[in-house]
């Protein structure tokens, strides 16, 4: 099992939860570095898999207006 760390902006939460949660993966959320961020951990076996649902999060975020 891989623990993975994902560093995302604090807007960002609630899209990479949701798609996190519907790809079945649990998470533990951690404050970030600076103010505005955000740490997710992530235990993963896949980590292509993974990598999936984190570039669909982006992806989605990207087309987003809430930042």
């Known amino acids: ?13 609630p899209v990479f939860k949701k798609r996190l ?7 533990e959320k951690h ?3 600076t103010p505005d961020t955000l740490t997710l ?8 898999k993974l ?3 984190i570039q669909s999060a982006n992806d989605e ?4 207006k809430a930042h």
């Open 51 to 53: 990598q999936k649902v």
């Open 31 to 33: 404050s970030g570095i």
């Open 1 to 13: 099992m891989l623990k993975v760390g994902i560093a995302i902006d604090a807007w960002k939460f």
């Open 41 to 48: 951990r992530v235990n993963t076996e896949d980590p292509v």
């Open 21 to 27: 949660k519907k790809a079945g993966y649990e998470f």
């Open 61 to 64: 975020c990207a087309k987003s």
